[in-house]
């Protein structure tokens, strides 16, 4: 891609975050939300006209033919990730995979292989990942503002009904796959350290998914002693969606994990210090596709944000979890 370039998006699945993405697209100068790809062409066709997009598609594999797709963001249930993610790596796409990435470490690993044996960029789409409030809670800890670091809680949860995608094993239904990755993963962005020990419990659908889940980590060595993480996910209830890392001289409160929008410092005592907020967004979803422009044009197979081996290592993590908790899938 030359630097002057308009990235062009082409959409596989044509569901609610399909619609997101679309609507981050459509605010960007410098991506194109380009073209859709549903296993419906009158789905498809409706999509296009609704978000102005000049190319539908009745098929997956109609809009990884099409050479003038620069990425492919799949927007699928995570039950069919790999499939068509497969497909794109095959015919050289370059991919942003919706979280989580894939059904579990066996399905990930084979689709990471595959794009670094056929040198094609690939990304997971965790969105907190890329944006720029992340810099500024790690800015936050290292300068010390919190003293060190001893405590993380993080709660996300959302009243979700029994929709299919959360209460069926053949699409990767509970909790974990679907909110729970995001508190593993405000976990991880901050503290990369070895996990020592790793601890869950869950309350199950009649589906034998996992509905409401609690996860207790313990981190080596962070500011010189252990760091304890207790996190929390849910698809059957309004949670407060917040992370709270506290130190040893104050703590910092940041309002909705997956898409923060305020961060508060407080002192020792919980003194008040100061409300940062971050900036004005489209959707939240702009900094991810930016990435991927950004490192498409420096001709990179991944982005700094969201490394490869960070979406293995979390991906092995959900399938320990699911493992503990006896929640299975036909795929494993």
Partial sequence: MKEDKIMRVGIVGAGWIAEKAAITLNGLDN??????????????????????????????????????????????????????????????????????????????KEIVDLARQRRVFLAEAVWTRYQPIVATVRNLISSGRIGNPRLVTATLGYSMGNKPRIMLPELCGGALLDLGVYALNFVRMF??????????????????????????????NVAGDKLLCNLQSSA??????????????????????????????????RTYIETIKVPKQITGYEYEFLACRKALLAGKLEVDEMPLDETLYIMDMMDGLRRKMGVHYPMD
């Fill in 236 to 269: 059957s209830c309004v949670g407060d969606n917040i992370g709270v890392i506290a130190g040893t001289e104050g703590n910092l409160i940041i309002d909705n994990i997956n898409n923060p929008q305020t961060v508060t410092v407080n002192g020792p005592d």
């Fill in 31 to 108: 991506c194109e939300c380009y073209a859709i790809g549903s296993r419906s062409k009158q789905k498809a066709e409706e999509f296009a006209r609704q978000w102005n997009m000049p190319k539908a598609y009745g098929s997956y594999q109609e809009l990884i033919a099409d050479k003038d797709v620069d990425l492919v963001y799949i927007a699928t249930p995570h039950s069919h990730h790999y499939d068509v993610t497969k497909q794109a790596l095959l015919a050289d796409k370059p991919c942003l995979v919706e979280k989580a990435f894939m059904a579990n470490l066996r399905e990930a």
């Fill in 191 to 220: 503290f990369p350290q070895p996990i020592l020990s790793i601890d869950c419990n869950c309350v199950k659908s009649d589906t034998g998914m996992d509905i409401t889940n609690a996860m207790t980590l313990i981190l080596d």
